[in-house]
T-cell receptor, first 113, second 115 residues
Framework: KAGVTQTPRYLIKTRGQQVTLSCSPI?????VSWYQQTPGQGLQFLFE???????NKGNFPGRFSGRQFSNSRSEMNVSTLELGDSALYLC????????????FGPGTRLTVL | GESVGLHLPTLSVQEGDNSIINCAYS??????FIWYKQESGKGPQFIID?????DKRQGQRVTVLLNKTVKHLSLQIAATQPGDSAVYFC??????????????FGQGTILTVHP
């Protein structure tokens, strides 16, 4: 089975721009979670989607949003980028929601200049 | 204020030694725990998991121990190899309620294995 894929792998944007990141889960997995990883804060949960519905949300401002499509693929969007948004954005998928092992993709490295 | 960054604990061992990585978790309601390994430039890779109804679980060369009384988790790696060098994270979650797919991660431990 193919693993979780994320596109693009690297991205450079400037302050004020917006960005959309994409995640394709493992085939058959219905839950997709997003995490932000920075040297200062470590790995932090952004949100989780299951069957096209946001099930849980972390403590991030409303500039961070996401969605999930009927084929379980997910996108996250960050609007009005700030320098502090520079991070590795990781997507993880699991078969169902709650208590299932999450498998991570390679991440998208976002740099905001 | 300016972020000073996480200062990750480090563990340095010789090839062939056994390694023990520790983790203190925060939520007494957490009932599912996972260890991940992250190599440079890659996403976290699943190593082993354990549910709260167990106190020990073994995999290939790895063992996870769970002490719910003191909210402590450990990962033991037998016969550590240079390829085990990476950052290791513990993660916790609560399968019920509204936690759903939210994992809470520890700060991580850098393991360096010397040949």
């Amino acid at each position: 089975k193919a693993g979780v894929t994320q596109t693009p792998r690297y991205l450079i944007k400037t302050r004020g721009q917006q960005v959309t990141l994409s995640c394709s889960p493992i085939s058959g997995h219905r839950s997709v979670s997003w995490y932000q990883q920075t040297p200062g804060q470590g790995l932090q949960f952004l949100f989780e989607y299951f069957s096209e519905t946001q099930r849980n949300k972390g403590n991030f401002p409303g500039r961070f949003s996401g969605r999930q499509f009927s084929n379980s693929r997910s996108e996250m969007n960050v609007s009005t980028l700030e320098l502090g948004d520079s991070a590795l954005y990781l997507c993880a998928s699991s078969p169902n929601s709650g208590g299932d092992t999450q498998y991570f993709g390679p991440g998208t490295r976002l740099t905001v200049l | 204020g300016e972020s000073v960054g996480l200062h990750l604990p480090t563990l340095s061992v010789q090839e062939g030694d056994n390694s023990i990585i520790n983790c203190a978790y925060s939520n007494s309601a957490s009932d599912y725990f996972i260890w991940y390994k992250q190599e440079s430039g890659k996403g976290p890779q699943f190593i082993i998991d354990i549910r709260s109804n167990m106190d020990k679980r073994q995999g290939q060369r790895v063992t996870v121990l769970l002490n719910k009384t003191v909210k402590h988790l450990s990962l033991q790696i037998a016969a550590t190899q240079p390829g085990d060098s990476a950052v290791y994270f513990c993660a916790e979650t609560y399968a019920g309620g509204t936690s759903y797919g939210k994992l809470t991660f520890g700060q991580g431990t850098i393991l360096t294995v010397h040949p």
